[in-house]
């Protein structure tokens, strides 16, 4: 009886050698005559350069070349933006290596390419530079002051952009309840295990590059229209790729650079970046002012929602920067149903280190939002959170549902969901345990946190995209290539930097075609490999690579049944196909799928017309986004005399539609959670006045441990996607777009007897303890 891969719970085939050191990452590539190049970075974050000298650079002991910007002005083009949200957007010249002027500290001046790394770091300090300082523009709503420094010279507002669903004016007239809040989404810096790498090497024609990416088939169009040099004669691979988070979805500064020098050198050149490096010139995520109006009905019915946004692009805008806050445009009324909807977006200029997408881009922002609303709703109206959500979120059997902003929903059951979650967590008993250490004014109090989300994953249809003016489709491609023995090779656009793709699509392949999970092997990240490909990121590999795959089977399939059908002399309607064999209905004439690869390869015996080969390929663009939702919920402990805060216990019960393999999918959910709890109490990226990051290392930038952390209980109900043959949904994303807002809520909540209804993230000791220390000066006591 053969076992049924999808649903699985198999170990990763790629950990073997992940976690035994023998594996490939960039930085572990060497080739014949390989230099290094290290960057001389701008120590302001905005100035005029007004003298580079790098001669003395260039005479020391293994120095090969010294280049300033100005050096490579002709060469290096200009870093691309692929979202032009709006059709007056500002997209500044954004020259990889400064030219002129610098606009954020770390933004890179001048190189030094040597026989090592070591001796090209050293002799960064033999280059002279002058600057004329400029003022640096740092916050959002001053660089908005007609009299603000200017960023750029067409000024420092990037885009704006405003959509209405619905009568909004009327929603809001003579609402009963209208509540206003003003919510901080602070600045992150997506923190990979492997940092950034970039290998460029040239046979003096072509020319390859091996980088650190999400994007390897992204990266190799841009950089073919940065650098001129012909898309055919250049290759990207990404090796193994140790995490990425949204911080290598990126066409980079420094993957250019290492291009363009090994074109001007003839050479190989190679870059590595430094922890403190990376914290400086790696995108930014998040960094938003979110100012929200909700307008409710007595018995807590929502009536509108309005959302102004400000979003901080940083000095530039990189690949995806003004399409990242706009991804939340349709997020913000989540799961819930409302008459009207106001959504409006800034994007500022400032002389930070530029934004793009970090793990969620914009979902996570947009849930955060609402659901921090509804809690200020529950609150203003003294009911319970999850029962003002009941009374508002799309009921299971109203699905499909067109929501006020336009998508649909095309499976859901939130009451399942939340039922399961309360179970496990206990909530009725927490709750009383809360009103008792209230009652007793204990200086320990509990607070209880809820999320109820759901998310846009999958991104993907070309269409849609069109219309949010995507510089791309959002197709994805997979091919099935059946060897002579019966084994199989897949080759898909896909590629992965931790997700488990190489396990996920070997399960996949499995059951389609009815083969051993040891015999399919998965090969992806190389663009001489796997020619056709729109990469990872969005949650959209499965529901769309994945999906690719499957009907790139499906087509093997109707190869192998034509074959059977010829050499079993019958017609193929009469096959049946079960477990890898195509079986003679009524008989015992059957030939497996090996067999028939087998074959198919000699080619002795083949119909007319038919080619001696099974492998199928197949570009899938699906018709529209997929939507996983949950419900989590957090209990933590705040210390009121200290400010300390303590994860009791956190419960996540998600629906992504059909799970492929269940040990992958419980890992992405304890690093998504992770990385939304290290946002609501621990991570901050911090500018001083001047525009000096001051959280560049390890020790300043504050990353949570295992020791940090609550366990996570875990679970999951199942209403499979309507919308593609699996009925997946997606999952690496979900935790991240959870978890902060419930932790965030929980805080909040074990603090409202002291009269605080919000604590800016991350909700450190300090300041918890702050906002109780002004509340007590206030007069406010529990």
Aim: glycine share 8%; charged share 25%; with cysteine.
């Amino acid at each position: 009886m053969t076992v049924q891969e999808i649903g699985r719970p198999r170990r990763r085939k790629e950990d073997t050698k992940l976690l035994t050191g023998r594996t490939q990452w960039t930085d572990n590539l060497s080739r014949p005559g390989m230099l290094h190049v290290m960057f001389l970075r701008s120590p302001m974050a905005h100035a005029r350069i007004t003298r580079v000298d790098v001669s003395g650079a260039r005479d020391l002991p293994g120095v090969v070349a010294a280049f300033s910007g100005q050096d490579l002005a002709d060469e290096q083009g200009s870093l691309p933006c692929a979202w032009p949200v709006t059709e007056d957007i500002v997209i500044p010249d954004h020259p990889p290596m400064a030219v002129s002027e610098v606009r954020y500290v770390g933004e890179a001046v001048a190189c030094v390419i040597a026989t090592d790394r070591y001796r090209a770091a050293d002799a960064l300090d033999a280059i002279e530079v002058d600057y004329e300082p400029l003022p640096a523009v740092l916050d959002m709503e001053e660089a908005l002051a007609p009299d603000s420094p200017k960023v750029h010279e067409a000024g420092n507002k990037a885009y704006s952009m405003k959509t209405v669903s619905g009568d909004i004016e009327t929603a809001f007239r003579g609402a009963p309840v209208v509540i206003e809040r003003t919510f901080r989404q602070q600045r992150l810096i997506p923190t990979a295990m492997e940092p950034r790498a970039v290998l460029a090497d040239t046979d003096g024609e072509s020319f390859t590059v091996y980088s650190s990416t999400q994007i390897p088939h992204v990266l190799r169009v841009m950089l073919a229209v940065v650098t001129g040099i012909p898309e055919h004669k250049l290759r990207v691979i990404a090796p193994d790729v140790g995490g990425g988070f949204g911080s290598k979805l990126q066409v980079t500064a420094e993957e250019v650079l290492c291009l363009v020098l090994a074109r001007k050198l003839g050479r190989p050149v190679k870059w590595t970046e430094s922890r403190s490096e990376g914290n400086l010139t790696v995108h930014h995520g998040r960094d938003q002012i979110q100012r929200l109006r909700l307008a409710a009905d007595a018995d807590g019915r929502i009536r509108g929602l309005k959302v102004e946004l400000l979003a901080d692009m940083g000095a530039y805008l990189l690949l995806l920067t003004p399409g990242v806050p706009l991804l939340g445009a349709s997020m913000f009324n989540a799961i819930y149903k409302m008459d009207a909807y106001e959504f409006a977006c800034t994007g500022v200029f400032t002389t930070k280190m530029p934004t793009d997408a970090y793990r969620g881009a914009g979902r996570p922002e947009a849930t955060f939002g609402i659901e921090r609303m509804m809690d200020e709703l529950a609150a203003e109206l003294n009911l319970d959170p999850l029962e003002v959500r009941r009374r508002n979120w799309i009921k299971h059997e109203e699905f499909p549902y067109t929501t006020i902003s336009g998508l649909t929903y095309d499976s859901g059951n939130y009451e399942a969901a939340t039922e399961r979650a309360l179970s496990l967590f206990g909530y009725d008993k927490l709750r009383a345990e809360q009103a008792d250490r209230r009652d007793r004014g204990d200086p320990v109090q509990l607070g209880i946190g809820v999320s109820t989300y759901t998310e846009m994953c999958g991104l993907a249809p070309s269409r849609l995209l069109a219309e949010a003016r995507f510089g791309a489709g959002g197709w994805e491609h997979g091919a099935v290539r059946m060897l002579p023995t019966g084994k199989v090779e897949v080759v898909t656009g896909s590629s992965p930097h931790g997700q488990g793709h190489v396990t996920s699509w070997s399960q996949i392949v499995a059951d389609a075609l009815g083969v051993p999970f040891e015999d399919v092997t998965v090969l992806h990240g190389d663009t001489a490999i796997a020619p056709k490909g729109m990469d990872t990121y969005g949650s959209r590999s499965l529901v769309v690579g994945g999906i690719a795959v499957l009907k790139a089977c499906e087509k093997v399939k109707d190869k192998a049944r034509t074959l059977a059908a010829h050499l079993l002399e019958c017609s193929p309607d009469d096959l049946e196909f079960e477990a890898g064999t195509f079986k003679v209905r009524g008989t015992d004439s059957a030939k497996t799928i090996q067999e028939l690869a087998y074959a198919a390869f000699t080619a002795h015996d083949l119909p007319d017309g038919v080619e001696p080969r099974l492998d199928s390929e197949v570009t899938f663009d699906p018709e529209t986004y997929s939507f996983p939702h949950g419900t989590h919920l957090c209990a933590v402990e705040v210390d009121t005399e200290t400010g300390q805060t303590r994860i009791r216990s956190y419960v996540a019960v998600d629906d992504i539609g059909k799970v492929i393999n269940p040990l992958i999918v419980n890992g992405q959910l304890h690093g998504g959670i992770a990385q939304g709890i290290a946002q609501a109490l621990f991570e901050e990226a911090v500018y001083d006045a001047e525009g000096n990051l001051l959280t560049t290392t390890m020790a300043d930038y504050l990353l949570p441990s295992a020791a940090d952390l609550p366990g996570f209980t875990l679970d999951r109900t199942e209403t499979p996607s309507t919308t593609n043959p699996l009925g997946v949904k997606g999952v690496g994303e979900a935790g991240t777009i959870a978890s902060t807002p419930a932790v965030v809520n929980a805080v909040v909540d074990a603090l409202r007897p002291y009269g605080i209804n919000d604590v800016q993230m991350p909700c450190t000791p300090e300041r918890i303890w702050r906002a109780l220390q002004e509340r007590a000066q206030e007069g406010v006591r529990p």
